[in-house]
């Protein structure tokens, strides 16, 4: 996509050209907003394209199980009408112990209370859905067949291509490097290719969240931070051969599926920072090595090809910052997504959409409020994984 040039104004200005800001851009101009999205780099070169792929909505929270199977819903819908992979292969998380089973039992009533329809499985049932799993450990296991994975390239691709259709402007390898306020109203950005007139603003940056608030000078204390979190990828064995994520938390909180050319990608818990740095390190390859290989033994056979670092930009509750920043009009946030931001971006897309044209939404935006760190109202820890 050739960067175009900067618009000298433009309504909506979303800051970020990751899975948030371009879904975001594309339901705005849907709903025939002026908006224009400013990019550092190009569209998807933050954590999106170095992303794991997995859209879940086994979570352990209300909040979140609902944004998640609204998100579904769109993923659905949009992979049908653009014609990317989305492909629903399910979620299933190994469970080892008494107390991890107690606990998923208690997530699955959530998920089953809105809809999700999860279950507790056998063992066997697991190895008939995964043939390839070491099941001697495993006591039971938490199944959703409507989860799925996307290939964060085209479905990035796609929204963006889409946003464009119905007049969104991506601009890209374009820096925001500071904010017009006046009297506590935004009046426009700098930026690295010139100045652009806005009223409202979007901070969708994710990792970077922290640097753009403090150029719009807000005092409200959002703690995002960056983490490098590592991926891997495999040579490709039999297609189909592993159809769902897998996850196993006794074994390194290891997350692992193949990707449509038959590879297997993911990772584990293994986290360093916070940090903005992005080598891959020794470590991470060895105990990546060593936990894929607990679930699944044959992968012993398998060459490493590959592996890579990106970002979790991660709050203390692991639940993302969303919401309107009261002290400056009108600015948003949709930032710190815990490593969990590409599933969520679809209905998160919609939620911040709703609040900036509507002032409200029917999805529960609230857990997700950019105040609650200040007022040391932290929610309970979302189900992180990887
Ligand atoms: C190894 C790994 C595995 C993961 N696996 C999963 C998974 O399976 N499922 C899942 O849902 N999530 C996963 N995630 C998390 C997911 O990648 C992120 O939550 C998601 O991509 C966040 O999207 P975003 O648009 O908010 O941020 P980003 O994609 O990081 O986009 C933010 C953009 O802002 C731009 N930017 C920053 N500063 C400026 C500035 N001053 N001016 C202009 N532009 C700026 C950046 O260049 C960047 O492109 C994983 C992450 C990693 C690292």
């Given at each position: 996509?050739?960067?175009?040039?900067?618009?000298?104004?433009?309504?909506i200005?979303?800051?970020g050209?990751?899975?948030?800001?371009?879904?975001?851009?594309?339901?705005?101009?849907?709903?025939?907003?002026?908006?224009?999205?400013?990019?550092?780099?190009?569209?998807?070169?933050?954590?999106?394209?170095?992303?794991?792929?997995?859209?879940?909505?086994?979570?352990n929270?209300?909040?979140?199980?609902?944004?998640?199977?609204?998100?579904?819903?769109?993923?659905?819908?949009?992979?049908?009408?653009?014609?990317?992979?989305?492909?629903q292969t399910?979620?299933l998380?190994?469970?080892?112990?008494?107390?991890?089973?107690?606990?998923?039992?208690?997530?699955?009533?959530?998920?089953?209370?809105?809809?999700?329809p999860?279950?507790?499985?056998?063992?066997?049932?697991?190895?008939?859905?995964?043939?390839?799993l070491?099941?001697?450990?495993?006591?039971?296991?938490?199944?959703?067949?409507?989860?799925?994975?996307?290939?964060?390239?085209?479905?990035?691709?796609a929204?963006?291509l889409?946003?464009?259709?119905?007049?969104?402007?991506?601009?890209?390898?374009?820096?925001?490097?500071?904010?017009i306020?006046?009297?506590?109203e935004?009046?426009?950005?700098?930026?690295?290719?010139?100045?652009?007139?806005?009223?409202?603003?979007?901070?969708?940056?994710?990792?970077?969240?922290?640097?753009?608030?403090?150029?719009?000078?807000?005092?409200?204390?959002?703690?995002?931070?960056?983490?490098?979190?590592?991926?891997?990828?495999?040579?490709p064995?039999?297609?189909?051969?592993i159809?769902?994520?897998?996850?196993?938390?006794?074994?390194?909180?290891?997350?692992?599926?193949?990707?449509?050319?038959?590879?297997?990608?993911?990772?584990?818990?293994?986290?360093?920072?916070?940090?903005?740095?992005?080598?891959?390190?020794?470590?991470?390859?060895?105990?990546?090595?060593?936990?894929?290989?607990?679930?699944?033994?044959?992968?012993?056979?398998?060459?490493?090809?590959?592996?890579?670092?990106?970002?979790?930009?991660?709050?203390?509750?692991?639940n993302?910052?969303?919401?309107?920043?009261?002290?400056?009009?009108?600015?948003y946030?949709?930032?710190?997504?815990?490593?969990?931001?590409?599933?969520?971006?679809?209905?998160?897309?919609?939620?911040?959409?709703?609040?900036?044209?509507?002032?409200?939404?029917?999805?529960?935006?609230?857990?997700?409020?950019?105040?609650?760190?200040?007022?040391?109202?932290?929610?309970?820890?979302?189900?992180?994984?990887?």
């Amino acid at each position: 996509m050739p960067s175009k040039e900067l618009p000298g104004r433009s309504d909506i200005v979303i800051i970020g050209g990751g899975i948030v800001g371009v879904t975001l851009a594309h339901e705005l101009a849907k709903r025939g907003e002026e908006v224009t999205v400013i990019e550092k780099r190009f569209i998807g070169s933050g954590s999106t394209f170095r992303c794991g792929t997995g859209i879940r909505q086994q979570f352990n929270d209300e909040a979140n199980v609902q944004v998640m199977k609204r998100s579904v819903e769109l993923w659905k819908k949009y992979s049908e009408e653009y014609s990317f992979s989305f492909e629903q292969t399910g979620y299933l998380f190994l469970l080892y112990d008494d107390d991890e089973v107690e606990e998923f039992k208690q997530n699955i009533a959530i998920q089953n209370r809105f809809g999700v329809p999860t279950r507790l499985i056998t063992p066997e049932e697991a190895k008939e859905i995964v043939p390839l799993l070491d099941i001697s450990e495993v006591i039971a296991a938490s199944w959703n067949p409507t989860d799925g994975k996307a290939d964060p390239f085209y479905a990035t691709a796609a929204f963006a291509l889409n946003a464009e259709h119905f007049g969104a402007k991506l601009v890209e390898y374009t820096e925001v490097k500071d904010f017009i306020v006046e009297n506590g109203e935004i009046k426009g950005l700098k930026t690295s290719r010139g100045t652009i007139k806005t009223g409202t603003v979007i901070n969708a940056t994710n990792a970077w969240a922290k640097l753009i608030n403090a150029m719009a000078g807000i005092s409200v204390k959002i703690p995002i931070e960056p983490y490098k979190h590592q991926a891997v990828i495999t040579q490709p064995i039999k297609k189909g051969a592993i159809r769902p994520m897998v996850i196993s938390f006794k074994y390194g909180h290891a997350y692992l599926t193949q990707t449509a050319h038959g590879g297997v990608v993911g990772g584990v818990g293994y986290e360093l920072g916070p940090t903005y740095d992005l080598n891959p390190t020794y470590e991470f390859l060895r105990e990546v090595s060593y936990y894929f290989t607990k679930i699944i033994p044959a992968l012993r056979e398998l060459l490493i090809l590959r592996t890579w670092a990106g970002y979790y930009a991660k709050t203390p509750d692991s639940n993302p910052a969303i919401g309107k920043i009261e002290e400056l009009s009108d600015y948003y946030i949709a930032a710190g997504f815990s490593g969990h931001g590409f599933m969520m971006a679809p209905a998160v897309a919609e939620m911040v959409a709703d609040l900036v044209t509507k002032g409200r939404t029917s999805l529960p935006v609230e857990w997700y409020d950019p105040y609650r760190f200040e007022r040391g109202e932290l929610r309970g820890e979302a189900l992180q994984m990887g």
